[in-house]
């Protein structure tokens, strides 16, 4: 909601660059030759990683550990209290957990490179860009117990490792979906056309995901309405696609009544009538349901974008052994099964599938169902690198977030 | 007192340029080297590129940012909406301020006065952030205002510009009335008698001799007004989709990793505000505030 | 000035505008601290005490209030010091860049938030790190500092422009030495006026939130605290009670301030100067 903090770590960036002439990141200079003709092994990544070790052993908890995380990911019962999984893991280890929301992974990764935090939740938007600025280490997934039983296709993601080497620990995967005031929009939608076209009856009720990667959402409608575009993966846009995403959008910014990215915000917004359909996190609707407003969400036919989110360990974590083992906690099978329900998303355990509350949780939100995720485009950090045949001419995320502020206004 | 003690008061008396030296060192060794020292660094950054196939920042010097915020419409166009709502609510809150100052300068009792600047001085002290979110209450759809309009058959200007001129020409209405009160009261009595009788109207007395007077210290005023909405982008996060230029640098920063074409942008407010102090210097405002 | 009845009941009127105008949203902060649902909804849907409670046993808000409450305290001594030499060299001395003082101490309050903030925290991070002294409590209080030392500056400078050196002059030829002048001459003669000026760079340092974003290590001034709030969804009453707490409380420093500096009857218009730096929490 509140970025503040980016100054800061520009600050330090900045004044890393003029300092330290030692030790400088540039070594990726090789990434730009030599991304285009990748030689395209299964596990070669998009980025170039620096080299960083990861823990050998694990020893004592060091009494406390501090995260970065997404709302809803790390609760201690202050939002409510039948919520809560980080008060029994604070008595088991003695490490008292601190956490920080961050609401987009623009803060997220500023957050992570002041070296302050200990862990952070990634989305594989920030994932990359954390690993190849060297502000995470690989994880020693040995020191994990509860990795074993994480779901085979959460794996060796493109987002999560590179060349074999995981760097986090999978929290779970979800979709963003579109959510409708059902008492004031009585059909059931099923379309991303409700908040894009031209003549969509909610003018002015929209709302939209206010973040540069919220362009891959416009990139995946247009992936099923305009297939002459040849939309592959929304995260890799040529100059073409790109603008006809960027055309989209801004024809959309006419017809949006708010944007969000503090979910309290977008939260208020649906219960007092100003917002009546739009990108959501299923947590949003979870409590407004409890709220007692009435809302309805759906995966529209068109796919959606999504995260798979990892947690991922500080570089210069102070408090590493703690770390890791809150990274063990949070993908228990209890603990994972309640994060899973609470935010709305498919946990990475299999085994929490038995934990959850409700039954069929899983079943609803297709935990083990892949061909379902393979609809869900995952946020990825969009580089020059397009992946495929076309070679480096996409757009990387500095256009996008240009191209973001063109959007805007 | 020692000896010592003694012997260093007596150099002291005897150098007034090493009591001088010693006063200044502490408050502008700061200033100076620190803060100025840390805004030149930053600043160097502006310089500098991203480089898009490595995302990292390439310490090569250009004027490539400068370039792309010149071409760049929506730049100017962002930039424009801060100066000119900056502008709109140092005016705003220059015309709300007068009555009530002028009140409390000429016509309220003593004790009547000090209860006045307690209560313009009493809302400072609650959180922005809370009076903020307060006015998203007030100006939201379903709102207070609007509430209140609906009988009469009007509407609120809901989120938007006029909403962030009106929350800003909340936040910083008692910094401005505060100046004008402290320079109307200066005004001497004398000088107003002299005018009615000299056959000065009211109307006259105010035109021709209090405004000028009083000037200054509306410039001292808006200097306030003006820095910190310029500087702000809290505020139109939250009641408006609009952005302000603390945003785009803000955005700029972290996963894009461009940290340049932050500090280029930054630049844009710090020179508007070191032109607009060197004016306000040159009015008088500084001996007002 | 001899204004007309209808005049005095027109500014009569103005000043009622003005102050329901600044009052009407505190009020919306009081009613919201009883709201019964988490979300601000207009008509607010039910009252409710429960927050008050809520807002009492929350041990964040008391560790907030309290590491806001030392901060300030902190950096408005660092600023009197500051200021109070600054204005010393300005006011009693000739040199050249004497009107440079005077801009460059009003800098820091004048720039934007974000870009002061960015720079202390470039400087913090370069000179204090390597010292062994991490962002915290000590980095808050000089931040503050920085940009509350233009109001006691101010204050301080209008004041011994006002008295004029001659009662200075007149005790060094009476033997005394500078830091005497100072201490019984001097000082006497300003305290109101740093007084005033203090409240009110305690009132700009309480109510900070940018620049102690920048420089805050792990510790959570109260702004800090609602902001990290704010974005929970279910902490917006809780905050709203703090709010309330607060304006109230902050009534009596107030009042006793300006109830201080009126007794001195030259002093009446260095309230109001003084209050006029009551600069932003920015």
Not at chain 3, 31 to 36: C, K, P, V
Request: aromatic share 10%; with cysteine; hydrophobic share 45%.
């Amino acid at each position: 909601m509140l970025d503040l903090r980016k100054g800061w770590v520009a600050a330090t960036v900045a004044l890393a660059m003029v300092v330290g002439a030692c030790g400088s990141d540039d070594e990726s200079s090789g990434g730009g030759g030599g991304g285009g003709n990748a030689k395209a092994t299964a596990t070669k990544g998009l980025v170039d990683a620096p080299d960083i070790k990861a823990m050998s052993s694990m020893g004592k908890g060091e009494g406390k550990v501090n995260l970065v995380a997404w709302a809803g990911y790390v609760e201690d019962g202050s939002t409510d209290p039948k919520v809560d999984w980080v008060s029994g893991f604070e008595k088991e280890t003695g490490c008292q957990v601190n956490v920080k929301v961050g609401n987009t992974s623009d803060e997220m990764v500023t957050l992570m490179r002041s070296g302050k935090y200990d862990a952070v939740s990634a989305s594989g938007d920030a994932s990359l860009r954390l690993i190849a600025a060297g502000d995470v280490a690989p994880v020693n997934t040995d020191l994990i117990s509860n990795y074993n039983d994480v779901f085979d296709g959460l794996k060796n993601k493109p987002w999560n490792s590179v060349e074999g080497k995981m760097y986090g620990i999978p929290h779970g995967r979800g979709a963003n979906l579109l959510m409708w005031r059902s008492d004031k929009i009585k059909e059931d939608l099923d379309s991303w056309g409700a908040v894009f076209e031209k003549d969509s009856p909610y003018k002015g009720k929209i709302t939209a995901y206010d973040s540069p990667i919220y362009i891959a959402d416009a990139a995946l409608y247009l992936k099923a309405t305009q297939p002459d575009l040849k939309i592959n993966s929304p995260y890799a846009l040529d100059q073409k696609q790109f603008d006809a995403a960027i055309d989209l959008l801004k024809q959309q910014r006419g017809m949006v009544g708010e944007y969000w990215s503090d979910y309290t915000k977008a939260q208020a917004a649906f219960a007092n009538g100003q917002t009546q359909v739009g990108t959501t996190w299923q947590v949003i609707a979870n409590l407004l349901e409890a709220d007692k407003v009435k809302v309805k969400t759906a995966l529209p036919k068109e796919g959606a974008t999504g995260w798979s989110d990892t947690w991922m360990i500080s570089s210069k974590a102070k408090h590493p052994n703690c770390a890791y083992m809150w990274m063990n906690h949070i993908i228990s099978p209890k603990a994972n099964a309640q994060v899973a329900e609470w935010f709305g998303e498919a946990p990475s355990n299999r085994l929490s599938c038995a934990e959850t509350a409700v039954k069929d949780h899983c079943k609803i939100f297709h935990a083990d169902d892949e061909p379902y995720f393979d609809q869900v485009s995952y946020w990825t950090t969009p580089t020059k690198n397009c992946g495929d045949d076309r070679g480096a001419v996409c757009k990387d995320y500095s256009e996008w977030v240009q191209a973001w502020t063109e959007v805007k206004g | 007192m020692g000896s010592a003690a003694g012997a260093i008061e007596t150099t002291l008396w005897r150098r007034p340029r090493l009591r001088l030296s010693l006063l200044l060192a502490g408050p502008l060794g700061w200033l100076v080297v620190a803060y100025l020292g840390s805004l030149a660094v930053l600043f160097v950054a502006a310089f500098w590129q991203l480089d898009p196939f490595t995302a990292e920042v390439v310490r090569e010097p250009g004027l490539g940012n400068f370039r792309t915020l010149a071409e760049g419409e929506v730049y100017r166009t962002i930039a424009l909406r801060t100066i000119g709502i900056a502008a709109a609510v140092t005016v705003t809150d220059a015309i709300l301020a007068f009555p009530i100052a002028l009140y409390m300068a000429k016509i309220a009792t003593p004790r009547v006065r000090g209860l006045l600047v307690v209560a313009v001085l009493m809302p400072l002290w609650s959180s922005y952030l809370v009076k903020v979110y307060a006015w998203r209450t007030i100006l939201q759809e379903e709102g207070i205002l609007n509430w209140a309009l609906d009988p009469l058959g009007l509407s609120g200007p809901g989120f938007g510009n006029v909403a962030t001129w009106l929350v800003f020409s909340y936040l910083w209405l008692p910094y401005m009335i505060i100046p004008i009160y402290a320079g109307l009261e200066r005004i001497p009595q004398s000088l107003l008698d002299a005018s009615d009788d000299l056959g000065g109207r009211p109307g006259t007395t105010l035109r021709r001799v209090i405004l000028p007077l009083v000037l200054p210290a509306v410039v001292a005023g808006s200097i306030f007004t003006f820095s910190l909405t310029l500087g702000d982008y809290i505020a139109p996060q939250l009641v408006s989709n609009t952005q302000f230029i603390g945003n785009v640098v803000y955005q700029n920063v972290g996963v894009a990793n461009n940290l340049p074409l932050a500090a280029a942008f930054a630049t844009v407010p710090v020179v508007v505000m070191i032109v607009y102090l060197l004016l306000a210097r040159r009015l008088g405002a500084f001996d007002s505030l | 000035m001899n204004l007309s009845g209808s005049s005095r009941w027109l500014l009569r009127v103005g000043t009622g505008v003005t102050l329901a105008f600044l009052y009407l949203p505190l009020l919306v902060i009081a009613l919201y601290a009883f709201n019964e649902r988490r979300i601000q909804t207009w008509p607010i849907p039910g009252l409710t005490l429960e927050w008050f409670g809520k807002a009492i046993d929350n041990p964040g808000v008391r560790a907030a209030i309290g590491t806001s409450l030392k901060a300030a305290v902190g950096a408005t001594l660092f600023a009197l010091i500051l200021g109070t030499l600054a204005a010393l060299a300005v006011a009693r001395y000739r040199f050249f860049g004497r009107d440079a003082v005077s801009f460059l101490v009003i800098l820091p309050i004048a720039l934007p938030g974000i870009v002061t903030g960015m720079a202390l925290n470039a400087t913090f991070r370069e000179v204090l790190s390597p010292l062994g002294i991490e962002l915290g409590l000590f980095t808050v209080i000089v931040g503050h500092a920085t940009f509350c030392v233009v109001v006691i500056y101010n204050n301080a400078v209008a004041r011994l422009r006002r008295l004029g050196g001659s009662l200075e002059e007149a005790a060094s030829d009476l033997g005394a030495r500078p830091l005497r002048a100072f201490r019984d001459i001097t000082l006497p003669q300003m305290r109101s006026a740093l007084l005033a000026g203090a409240l009110l760079a305690f009132a700009l340092s309480f109510d900070e939130v940018i620049v102690t974003t920048f420089t805050a290590g792990e510790d959570q001034t109260l702004p800090i605290w609602i902001l990290t709030n704010l974005s929970r969804p279910n902490q917006l009453p809780i905050v709203n009670v703090v709010a309330v707490f607060i304006i109230v409380l902050s009534a009596v420093p107030v009042y006793v301030a300006h109830r201080l500096t009126r007794e001195e009857g030259a002093a009446s218009g260095a309230a109001p100067a003084a209050a006029g730096e009551a600069v932003a929490a920015h």
